[in-house]
């Protein structure tokens, strides 16, 4: 048993969604050796220090640290563990996340919604050197990186620099928890409260009073007004 553990890819998760967390690895235990997780940026970047996983299956929004979620935690982890290839799962698909974890040095990008099966092949993808998108996000991550100096199309308004190495700050975006962001952004690119719910693994209730306080906080009165918000900084 020990012997066939040790041919398989150590795979550490991250995600402060526990039960997410706790379905991705029931998702990969058969396939890989499932080393560590963790849930903050701390937690993080102790974790792989300790553990040096080969793949590190990476949220982008993850609280703690310096306020720079999955970049912070690839940036500040890659020290401990140079050989580490990050993967990030996420369920947002907005361009300035995207671009936040590849100019910090991910492998690849993969949204919530993969399933078990192309996940599985996505891990050992990155894990054998290939970059792996998922196929919504592959077409403007080619472009960005085709492109030069500022024109890259990934913004980092409310996200974390890599090049500078550290956070860099919007105000109005500041106002909102990691989570109040997550709801955010699925509410203004349309997702109804029971997709959200589903998305996030949180009750439909939960959902309403993030919306409510999300409104509250942006001074904003009703989800059209989300969406002309979020689509101004580009963040959806």
């Given at each position: 048993?020990?012997?066939?553990?040790?041919?398989?890819?150590?795979?550490?998760?991250?995600?402060?969604?526990?039960?997410?967390?706790?379905?991705v690895?029931?998702?990969?235990?058969?396939?890989?050796?499932i080393v560590g997780q963790a849930a903050d940026v701390p937690g993080s970047v102790a974790m792989i220090a300790q553990t040096k996983p080969q793949v590190v299956l990476l949220d982008v929004?993850?609280?703690?640290?310096?306020?720079?979620?999955?970049?912070?935690?690839?940036?500040k982890s890659r020290p401990y563990s140079p050989d580490t290839v990050f993967l990030a799962l996420s369920v947002s698909d907005a361009p300035q996340d995207v671009g936040a974890v590849i100019r910090a040095g991910a492998q690849g990008y993969v949204t919530k919604t993969i399933t078990g099966a192309d996940l599985i092949s996505s891990i050992k993808q990155v894990h054998e050197g290939y970059a792996v998108f998922s196929p919504k996000l592959a077409g403007f991550v080619l472009s960005a990186f085709q492109g030069s100096g500022s024109g890259t199309g990934f913004g980092t308004t409310g996200g974390f620099d890599a090049q500078a190495g550290g956070p860099v700050r919007d105000e109005e975006l500041d106002r909102l928890s990691a989570r109040e962001q997550e709801v955010m952004r699925l509410i203004a690119r349309g997702y109804t409260?029971?997709?959200?719910?589903?998305?996030?693994?949180?009750?439909?209730?939960?959902?309403?009073t993030h919306v409510s306080s999300v409104l509250r906080k942006l001074q904003l009165s009703n989800r059209t007004e989300l969406t002309r918000w979020a689509a101004d900084r580009r963040i959806v």
């Open positions: 048993m020990n012997e066939e553990q040790s041919t398989k890819i150590r795979v550490a998760v991250v995600d402060d969604h526990e039960m997410f967390r706790a379905g690895i029931a998702t990969l235990r058969d396939s890989f050796d929004h993850v609280p703690g640290g310096e306020g720079g979620g999955g970049a912070e935690i690839l940036l409260y029971k997709e959200v719910a589903a998305e996030l693994f949180i009750s439909i209730k939960t959902v309403e």
